[in-house]
């Protein structure tokens, strides 16, 4: 009776075990979501504060920093003909007169109410004329954007199935090279060729749709060089590791082994870079926007410091530091997404 009692013990351990399994594992895929949700809010609210920190240590360190570059708003709205009394009525007109702090404290009394000051330039409330200017930034990060991740992340996919072969060379070629060349000279480049030459689109301004194509593609060819080359490289790594080689055994097809496994076991770091460029961009493609003579942001930042235009910079640089701030949130939480192992926070990992 013992030994058959051990024998039926025995045999039905594995029933158990092998029961018991399905139901902990469905614990732990369930566990996930219910940690991952709980800890979100906190999260967010951790990194909205430092955030703010962020942006209020960005704006102290370029208040001071523009005063202390060389230059006089007051002489250059005045012009080289202002006598000493049209300069210190000027100054006081702008409040210029008063101390550094004061000035300080004044700022910070506006920005909390979202009054920055009046743009020496356009006599125009300095936040409402960066917000006029923001949609067209915007615009032109979006479409940049999306071009560098509809040809970057397949062209990086085809070079790391081909890796080591002479396609893939030719292709390194090409990517090296886009990533050599500066802004200005792509721009010229295409204007010459598709504004002058090939009359198709135009080569400033921006007066209908077609006229975002060649700032489009100035932006994106740098960022397709070097976004293709990264997924290249984790592609590569992906397609020697140990998981593979099982997925492989099973009879996972190549399709699926690219694009659900190695694809998506390589695109945190591809994120953050996508995030990153795409952060850069909202700040202002200054080189880009002042070849095509575009109405964004990065012209009119070029034109606040031509100007000394205190007001416009600071509200420029509020404006996109917050931008900034809000992509990299937002890519910070897109990572459990993509990666359920990805914790927010240390309170996640109970």
Same mark, same amino acid.
């Given at each position: ?6 024998? =039926?013990? !025995?045999? &039905?351990? %594995?029933? +158990? ?13 369930? @566990? ?10 906190r ?13 209020f240590?960005t704006?102290?360190?370029v208040?001071v ?6 230059g ?34 004044l ?7 979202l ?6 330039s ?19 990060a ?5 071009? =560098?991740? !509809?040809? &970057?992340? %397949?062209? +990086? ?13 030719? @292709?390194n070629v090409?990517t090296?090279?886009?990533q ?27 007066t ?9 593609v100035?932006?994106?060819?740098l ?20 998981y593979?080689?099982?997925?492989r ?24 870079a ?21 109405p +964004?942001?990065g ?9 000394r235009d205190?007001?416009?910079?600071q ?6 530091a917050?931008?900034?701030?809000l992509?990299?949130l937002?890519?910070?939480?897109c ?16």
């Amino acid at each position: 009776m013992t030994q058959h009692a051990a024998e =039926t013990a !025995l045999a &039905a351990q %594995p029933s +158990g075990s092998a029961s018991s399994a399905p139901r902990r594992n469905q614990t732990s895929r369930t @566990a996930v979501p219910r940690v991952l949700t709980a800890a979100m809010p906190r999260y967010v609210a951790k990194r909205l504060a430092q955030s703010a920190l962020t942006v209020f240590l960005t704006l102290t360190t370029v208040f001071v920093l523009i005063r202390m570059a060389p230059g006089d708003p007051a002489y250059s709205m005045a012009g080289p003909l202002a006598t000493t009394e049209d300069l210190a009525r000027i100054r006081a007109d702008m409040g210029l007169d008063q101390s550094v702090f004061t000035q300080y404290l004044l700022y910070l009394r506006g920005l909390l109410h979202l009054d920055l000051g009046t743009s020496y330039s356009f006599q125009a409330p300095a936040f409402d004329v960066v917000l006029a200017r923001l949609p067209y930034t915007i615009t032109l990060a979006v479409s940049a954007i999306l071009l =560098t991740t !509809l040809v &970057a992340i %397949p062209l +990086g996919v085809w070079m790391a199935r081909r890796a080591d072969t002479r396609r893939e060379l030719g @292709a390194n070629v090409v990517t090296i090279a886009g990533q050599s060349m500066p802004d200005f000279w792509t721009g010229l480049m295409l204007i010459t060729l598709f504004a002058v030459l090939i009359p198709v689109f135009p080569a400033a301004g921006f007066t209908t749709w077609s006229s975002l194509v060649l700032p489009t593609v100035t932006v994106a060819v740098l960022q397709i060089a070097l976004i293709s080359r990264m997924v290249r490289r984790e592609m590569v790594g992906a397609f020697s590791s140990p998981y593979m080689t099982v997925a492989r055994a099973r009879g996972v097809s190549e399709r699926e082994l690219i694009w659900r496994y190695a694809l998506r076991n390589s695109a945190i770091p591809v994120l953050t870079a996508l995030g990153t460029r795409f952060a850069s961009m909202l700040n202002g493609v200054v080189v880009v926007e002042v070849v095509f003579a575009w109405p +964004g942001v990065g012209s009119l930042v070029v034109r606040a410091l031509e100007t000394r235009d205190y007001p416009l910079i600071q509200a420029t640089v509020l404006v996109t530091a917050v931008l900034a701030v809000l992509v990299q949130l937002a890519v910070d939480l897109c990572y459990p997404l993509l990666d359920p192992r990805v914790r927010l926070g240390k309170g996640t990992n109970t």
